[in-house]
């Protein structure tokens, strides 16, 4: 009896170390976050903050890997032929996660099936700024500088496909003003030729912009958002502005973490349920806030909802004004 009673534990032993639920719990080894925006950049503050208390949380290193080319999208590409563990994870904004489908004729990943969404992890208007040395003080003004000056005017943008880029697209289309488009590879260095006078006007994230208004080497003449952004309470709405056609005039930069498809949901949750934590603690929302940044939250199901809702929203636009890339 001893022996069939202690084959029979072995037995045991030996399914339980075969199930699922016997193995350690995710993660068991560094987590890889593929960030769409350079070191820096709005997109990239908000990945090293939660990476910072992420790791802390999890018990694991977390690695982030900025990789800011075409506008995002090859990040992106890369991440959806990722495994599906959990292990190498998106973060991204709206350019690659809604935009890319209606700006790029060929694209390596789809956002809405290649991707799982996990949580919306932050948000902000841009900012219109000018150089220093461009003779306005208003929207108002630029928009008259503009119209006397057909084509002469350049506006850098964050690159191709992002919503300083579609900003200032739809903004030309609304004011019936025209502009030369020059990309450029994520904010800081969109931000950097504006403020040495290379280009004239921007749309960019308050954290690209702030550093050089504060200089005097560029004015931030008003925001995206419908209502004035707490952050820089002090800057008019596009939609204050007085110009016509700009009375319901609204852009919100957003950026969150996806997975790949076929992730477990069981893995999706906990990510969820982990940065929903350490967006809602008190020192990571003073740091976003002083960044010019809203915390993010909620569900993945929500998360999903706004990448859908963007992606039409932008996909209009992009018809509209003719923003193809390619």
Known sequence: MNKLFLFLLF????????SPSAHAQWPQKPIRIVVAAPGGSSVDIVARLIAGELRNRLGQAIIIDNKPGAGGTLGAAEVAKSPADGYTLFLGFNGPLANAPSLYST???DPQRDFMPVILTGSQPNLLAVAANVPVNSLKELVMLAKSQPGKLSYASVGNGSVSHLCMELLKRQAGVDLLHVPFNG???AAVAVAAGDVQVIFA???NLMAHVKSGKIKALAVTSLKRFAPVSE????AESGVAGLAQFEAIAWNGLVAP???PSAIVLQLNREINFVLAMPMVNRKLFDAGI????????????LMKSEAKKWGAVIVATGAKID
């Open 294 to 305: 809203e915390a993010g939250g909620g569900t993945p199901e929500a998360f999903g909802q």
């Open 261 to 263: 498809v076929g992730t």
């Open 107 to 109: 694209l390596k990943y």
């Open 187 to 189: 904010g800081p260095l």
């Open 11 to 18: 037995l045991l032993f030996i399914g339980l170390m075969g």
């Open 205 to 207: 994230a308050p954290s």
């Open 235 to 238: 800057l008019p709405t596009i």
